[in-house]
């Protein structure tokens, strides 16, 4: 029997900064697909100088897009990653092991959740319930219990398997958020989405307690909790910083929704 082959999903818009070097990370792969949605900087030139099979098409939103990408992969695995991601040495090598080996596993496996390191103002994040984020990323593209994708969500989007899901040992690494502006940029954008998400769901804090509590008593518990209790002060001033403004991407989530319920109830 053949070995399995792996396929690389990967979105893009304007990641000159990353892509060179996540693209560097998977040079194993039998193929990487790159959808892009309009990018004007040097994106599609290094995605061609690392013979990526390029496309370009209108943003989606994140599932859509993703979902895309993996429609075009022809391997009989698919790692879909984001373009300011790595994977580490020791998780290519333990991929590879797995593709070598994969037709004698039985019950085969559909999907793996490969351990995710964030890297926050050059520092990783160890501590604070940060580390291991797992994530499903690596699938069978064909599974024995249909087909896997992004559920349709404006933010946060994950993959969804059907069938049996195991846990790789080693590393990728997640480096988004290089400068602060970039992450408060990102949390803007992101609390807006979440926003929208809590307001479908009717929870606007329509309450002078409900709206306390969202806006003001769940961040700041959040913060004790993860700083505090969870060790997140371990990781020094960057630590600190994450775990603050990530509490008030939650404050600002929560405020959102409400002014969008606002806006509803007024018209």
């Known amino acids: 029997m053949p070995k399995a082959t792996l396929s690389v999903a990967i979105i893009t818009l304007n990641e000159e900064a990353n892509l060179a070097r996540t693209l560097a990370s998977v040079g194993f792969a039998n193929e990487v697909i790159v959808v892009d949605s309009g990018s004007t900087d040097r994106t599609l030139e290094i995605a061609e100088s690392f013979g990526a099979k390029i496309f370009t ?14 429609e075009k992969c022809v391997g009989t695995w698919v790692l879909s990653l984001d373009a300011d991601e790595e994977l580490t040495a020791e998780l290519q090598r333990e991929i590879g092991q797995m593709l070598e080996g994969d037709a004698e596993v039985r019950p085969p496996v559909d999907g ?6 964030h890297v926050f103002l050059g520092r990783w994040m160890r501590h604070g319930g940060y580390y291991p984020d797992l994530k499903l990323r690596l699938f069978r593209r064909v599974a024995s219990a249909g087909a896997a994708g992004f559920t349709e969500r404006p933010v946060h989007e994950s993959v969804q398997v059907a069938g049996r899901v195991e846990m790789m040992k080693n ?10 502006n970039i992450y408060l940029e990102h949390m803007n954008r992101y609390s807006s989405l979440g926003g929208k998400i809590v307001a479908a769901k009717g929870k606007v804090s329509r309450s ?9 008593w769940v ?14 002060f371990l990781d020094g001033r ?4 994450l775990h603050l403004y990530h509490s ?3 404050s600002w989530k929560y405020a959102k929704a409400w002014q969008i319920g606002r806006y509803v109830g007024s018209r």
């Not at 098409?57 to 993996?70: C, L, V």
């Not at 960057?238 to 910083?241: D, K, N, R």
Request: charge should be positive; aromatic fraction near 22%.
């Open 57 to 70: 098409e209108p943003w989606k939103g994140f599932a859509r897009q993703k979902n895309s990408a993996i």
């Open 238 to 241: 960057e630590g600190l910083l």
């Open 208 to 216: 002078w307690v409900a709206f306390c509590w969202n806006v003001v």
């Open 248 to 250: 008030a991407y939650i």
């Open 112 to 117: 793996y959740r490969l351990r995710l390191r």
């Open 219 to 232: 961040p700041l518990l959040t913060f004790v909790w993860n700083f505090g209790f969870r060790l997140g």
């Open 171 to 180: 590393d990728f690494l997640h480096h988004g958020y290089p400068e602060l």
